[in-house]
């Protein structure tokens, strides 16, 4: 399967502990998204990489939440303090350097539930 | 990124074409208009995407208004796989933006049987 994986799928933790996700993009592209999804809402944007440098943050990415892209290929997300706010579906994206209109290419996603 | 307005949900019959409507009286004429879905369980998935002239691919034809303030995803015959959440979303030309897509709430296609 050459498209975009994460892992793990699904995640339950307590409150407070940290957890970290990973996404690893499809070969090639040097673009990678990550969205948070909560139930009956459309993904919401959270950071964004070209490369191995975290271009662009959203509002929603509060400090207790760190992303990470070494050497531009796989990528991590870290959620530090769990609060049960954060359960929601997190999501990774990918797209290439060529073609027009940004087209993205999503993952399977990893499901946090934080008791 | 402008914005975009569906019906909360739609129903069509299996085999059926369904047509999936989105208003964005708002778009500048950089914006491409982009259509994702998202199946039960699992991550967005790309759909078809245009500027101002209609466009067909293998899962779908987008027909796009020739004021561009609207367009609608046109799946010819609908299966029950095709039941997800589409998404309508404008994004702007490549060129002059950092990438991230900003989804609504979609709309949600049921297809009966």
């Known amino acids: 399967d050459t498209g975009v994986s994460q892992d793990p799928r699904h995640k339950i933790t307590k409150r407070g502990q940290n957890v970290t996700f990973r996404c690893d993009p499809i070969?090639?592209?040097?673009?990678l998204y990550w969205y948070r999804q909560t139930l009956g809402q459309g993904p919401e944007f959270l950071t964004y990489?070209?490369?191995?440098?975290?271009?662009?943050k959203s509002r929603l990415l509060s400090d207790r939440f760190s992303a990470e892209r070494p050497k531009g290929s796989f990528s991590t997300l870290e959620i530090q303090r769990t609060e049960q706010g954060d359960s929601a579906m997190y999501l990774c994206?990918?797209?290439?350097?060529?073609?027009?209109?940004?087209?993205?290419?999503f993952g399977p996603g990893t499901r946090l539930t934080v008791l | 990124d402008a914005k975009t307005t569906q019906p909360n949900s739609m129903e069509s019959n299996e085999e059926e074409p369904v047509h999936l409507p989105c208003n964005h009286s708002t778009i500048s004429g950089t914006d491409y208009i982009h259509w994702y879905r998202q199946l039960p369980s699992q991550g967005p998935e790309y759909v078809i995407h245009?500027?101002?002239s209609n466009v067909n691919n293998r899962m779908a034809s987008l027909a796009i208004a020739e004021d561009r303030k609207s367009s609608t995803l046109i799946l010819h015959r609908a299966t029950l796989r095709d039941a997800a959440v589409y998404y309508c979303i404008l994004r702007d030309d490549y060129g002059g933006s950092q990438g991230n897509l900003i989804f609504g709430k979609g709309t949600k296609l049921s297809v009966k049987p």
């Open positions: 994206a990918s797209s290439p350097p060529w073609g027009v209109a940004d087209t993205q290419y």
């Open positions: 245009g500027l101002t």
């Open positions: 990489f070209q490369n191995e440098a975290q271009l662009e």
């Open positions: 070969s090639e592209h040097n673009r």
